[in-house]
């Protein structure tokens, strides 16, 4: 009797199994639609933390909705298994095709890739990564439809108790060379993966080959892939570039994600022309899906009947100890000299079965083979988990002494918060459970509330934008409040509002003001007769600069006020330049009733002259003045001599 899940999907069929999971073909009975269910080992519905990654990633790639994506229906987990309910496909996978045909046709590689690259495009506009893109992971309907699968499981493989940050998980043959160094995975990790299947489509086998899968991850890191045409002469040159540029070791070479080598793809392509894609002839109905791969035998958690094994070695998504990079594999070791000896007898001469001996690299084989086991019952037999402290709401500093207590490695991620102090946890990820020691536990920090940044005038909207996204703000843009500007460039951020330093909630707007420019230039205003400073301001104002003083005596204009302006009033002047012309004039002080010696102390003081006149030539200084010429206010220029009439009986 077929085993039933959450009351509603039938298992059937086995379609292929691995170390990890198995994939069977199964039938919603909610729906009558058939589907395929890829069941995880039974020990991983045992691990909360991998349980609740699995979902997440599940759901992730629910959300991709794109013709070249397997659909992913449901996720579930009833206590003893965690699967996923996916579109059935009816053909083979590019392995069978592989297998078939060895290399293909420069056309038909293109036509594979160009689907391939499409369904990662969407991928990598959604936020996700693939991780594990392999001949295997790309299926081939009946009617030459090319669908990709799998999206984000070895990340959520990664996140269980079985699985620790100094194991490599993957496909070794396909792995990005930071990927097999670190476990760094991104949308790059994906354009070289795609490169290294191209490569094999070209040229019928992938790259790097070797005894091993740790020889295979060691010449990623250490060797530069080949050009195609070494392998398959009469490859364009134009093809040779495009996977040589896909499989840079240096991350930041490559096309930055699946779009950008979609692209590339597409130029060459369109020079080449494409058929469709054909379906493998092995493929009788059958859905083939990746597995995770490890020496070691497993129970198929739903039902006991054979399937095709995945691939073994570097074909088969694996878990490698990353400590094994540290020294590079051995050399073939060189079969010793042996001393010659005698033919025997044909009555002596051993049987075939006697005469038989398993080769120098059989040796080396099974040597590496009991490693693999051994390091495999390490990983999952290893030191025993540890609970994840409880931080949250602890000082950063605090936290991390808890996590590293707990033999854990913390990773400090800054975040804004409204209601968490600064410096305080926020979360951390994963939130509960246990981890290996050696593990990596993401630990948020709160930044605090968002500030509205410092700004300087002069900056372009997209830096500043940046800016307030840094901050977990929203910018928007209001031409009415714009502002003319004789300094800060047209269309760059003049100031924010609220102003900068402003303390706000996340996800708040900030509007940024922009310059107008230089205000429109206004008819130079009359200022002949203002004070020179009342004429500078009324000048500036309508946006001229007076670069340009000289003084002029008139005697109908005050001394300090303006007589003439260059250029005169009502006119403009294109450098908004503007001289003025000011009276020197002194105005004569009124002396009259002064005593002599009073009235000279003024009027030198004004760079004036003072002259007495007396009937008896008597210029004392005590006495008073009682005519003076010329007359009080009278405008006179500096060094005039101001005659006065003295009392006769003065004293």
Excluded at 590 to 603: F, M, N, P, S, W
Excluded at 620 to 632: C, E, H, K
């Amino acid at each position: 009797m077929a085993t039933l899940l959450e009351q509603r999907y039938r298992v059937d069929a086995p379609l292929a199994r691995g170390g990890m999971s198995a994939v069977y073909r199964g039938l919603d009975t909610r729906l009558e639609r058939p589907v395929a269910i890829k069941v995880m080992d039974h020990r991983f519905a045992e691990d909360r933390s991998f349980v609740d990654r699995f979902e997440r990633e599940a759901r992730a790639a629910a959300s991709l909705h794109h013709p070249n994506v397997i659909a992913v229906h449901d996720q579930g987990f009833d206590g003893d298994h965690v699967f996923l309910v996916m579109e059935l496909v009816d053909g083979g996978t590019l392995r069978d095709l592989l297998t078939e045909r060895g290399r293909l046709t420069v056309p038909l590689a293109l036509s594979v890739l160009q689907p391939v690259l499409s369904a990662l495009a969407a991928a990598h506009q959604a936020g996700l990564v693939h991780r594990d893109v392999k001949p295997e992971n790309v299926l081939i309907g009946k009617q030459g439809t090319v669908k990709v699968g799998d999206f984000g499981l070895v990340k959520a493989m990664a996140s269980g108790k079985n699985t620790s940050h100094s194991v490599i998980l993957g496909t070794v043959a396909y792995l990005s060379p930071e990927q097999v160094t670190t476990g760094a995975t991104t949308a790059r990790g994906d354009v070289y993966s795609a490169g290294v299947l191209l490569y094999e489509m070209l040229t019928g086998t992938p790259p790097y080959v070797g005894d091993t899968p740790l020889s295979v991850a060691y010449r990623h890191v250490n060797d530069d892939v080949p050009p195609p045409s070494q392998t398959a002469p009469g490859i364009p040159q134009a093809l040779d570039e495009l996977v040589l540029r896909a499989t840079r070791r240096d991350p930041s070479a490559r096309p930055a994600d699946a779009n950008a080598f979609l692209q590339e793809v597409e130029r060459v392509r369109l020079a080449i022309g494409a058929p469709l894609v054909p379906v493998p002839a092995a493929a009788h109905g059958m859905q083939t899906m990746p597995q995770v791969e490890v020496p070691t035998q497993q129970t198929v958690p739903v039902q006991n009947n054979a399937a095709a094994p995945t691939p073994p070695g570097p074909q088969g998504t694996r878990a490698m100890p990353r400590s094994d990079l540290d020294t590079p594999p051995p050399l073939p070791a060189q079969p010793p000299v042996q001393p010659r000896k005698k033919k025997p007898a044909p009555e002596q001469e051993e049987s075939p079965r006697k005469r038989f001996h398993l080769p120098k690299w059989g040796i080396a084989a099974a040597v590496a083979a009991v490693a693999a086991i051994v390091a495999t019952i390490i990983l999952i037999s290893g030191p025993s988990p540890v609970p994840i402290p409880n931080v949250v709401g602890a000082a950063k500093a605090t936290a991390l002494q808890q996590i590293q207590d707990a033999q854990l490695v913390p990773t400090v991620i800054e975040s804004r918060s409204n209601t968490v102090q600064s410096g305080k946890v926020i979360k951390t990820d994963p939130g509960s459970g246990t981890l290996l020691p050696g593990s990596a536990v993401n630990v948020y920090v709160s930044a605090g509330p968002p500030v509205v940044p410092e700004v300087q005038p002069g900056a372009t909207v997209e830096a500043v934008d940046k800016e307030l996204k840094a901050q977990d703000l929203k910018s928007n843009l209001s031409p009415a409040d714009d502002k003319y500007d004789n300094t800060v460039p047209k269309g760059t951020v003049l100031t924010l509002s609220p102003s900068p330093g402003t303390q706000l909630k996340i996800g708040d707007t900030v509007l940024m003001i922009l310059s107008r420019g230089p205000a429109p230039l206004k008819p130079l205003p009359n200022v002949v007769g203002k004070t020179e400073a009342e004429a500078r301001t009324l000048v500036e104002e309508a946006g001229y600069t007076v670069t340009n003083v000289t003084q002029k005596f008139d005697g109908r204009t005050e001394g300090g006020r303006v007589i003439a302006t260059t250029p005169g009033a009502g006119t403009t002047a294109e450098d908004k330049k503007v001289e003025f012309v000011v009276s020197n004039a002194v105005a004569v002080p009124d002396l009259r009733g002064k005593r002599v010696k009073e009235a000279r102390e003024q009027v030198e003081k004004l760079g004036l002259k003072l002259e007495v006149v007396s009937f008896f030539g008597d210029d004392r200084g005590n006495r008073r003045i009682n005519a003076q010429g010329p007359a009080a206010n009278t405008q006179v220029q500096k060094g005039t001599t101001i005659r006065v009439a003295v009392d006769f009986f003065g004293g």
